[in-house]
């Protein structure tokens, strides 16, 4: 296993490279190139090493509700991330996976978002009858969340993954968890008469959705490696 701090001066030699000096950038390649071929380090591994994770709370349990992991998916397409779903006890989290910086923004994005969408299935429940049913109010939640998702995606723009960057998160993945089992989330109930009010009101909610400008125009640029 090649040692860390090996890795930490590769990546900051080929930071250096980017200088404006050209006579330091280039020493600074070659510093690189050296080191990778004394310690046999590919870009492949060099990308993988750049690769972190990060973890956001769902307060679910072992099954999710499906609206919550859209809005993962979502979040995964803005800033080339992606997720996996891992539970301790009652605690769910996504844990949210990709180059460092990437990461970063993801889970603040998906805690920001995530706390947003709660907030508003929580006060379009408040505004149903008292008298309904628990199952309809939870039918009619999950509705309102699911459109909620699909209007917020008016903040964000998708970022185009390369297969390259697929295979460097599968292989990332695998190092870290082994084999990975597809994620069952909570489904919801066939709509019924009336609950299409639930839709509308939820896709304008989701539209409402604020994400700082800073955040909702940051784009990572692909990975590659050779």
């Not at 390649?29 to 090493?49: F, N, P």
């Not at 809005?71 to 996976?97: I, K």
Request: charged content about 25%; glycine content about 6%; aromatic content about 8%.
């Amino acid at each position: 296993m090649i040692p860390d701090r090996v890795m930490r001066k590769i990546q900051r030699c080929l930071a250096l490279s980017q200088s404006g000096n050209a006579n330091e950038a280039g020493i600074a390649l070659r510093q690189a190139q050296a080191l990778m071929a004394a310690h046999g380090v590919s870009h492949k591994e060099l990308a993988i090493a750049d690769f972190d994770v990060a973890f956001v709370d769902t307060r679910s349990g072992k099954t999710p509700p499906r609206y919550l992991e859209a809005l993962a998916q979502l979040v995964n397409s803005a800033f080339g991330t992606t997720t996996v779903y891992s539970w301790r006890g009652w605690r769910g989290a996504f844990e949210f996976l990709g180059p460092r910086d990437a990461v970063q923004v993801a889970t603040y994005a998906f805690e920001v978002l995530q706390r947003q969408l709660i907030r508003d299935r929580r006060s379009f429940l408040a505004t149903q009858s008292k008298r309904l049913k628990r199952t309809t109010k939870i039918r009619r939640g999950d509705a309102f969340a699911e459109a909620w998702v699909l209007g917020a995606k008016n903040l964000v723009s998708p970022m185009s993954m390369t297969d390259e960057v697929r295979a460097l998160h599968r292989e990332y993945a695998q190092r870290r968890y082994g084999e990975l089992k597809k994620l069952t989330t909570r489904e919801r109930q066939p709509l019924r008469h009336h609950d299409e009010t639930a839709l509308d009101a939820g896709y304008a909610a989701g539209q409402a959705a604020r994400l700082s400008p800073g955040v909702a125009t940051t784009h990572r640029k692909e990975l590659t490696h050779g």
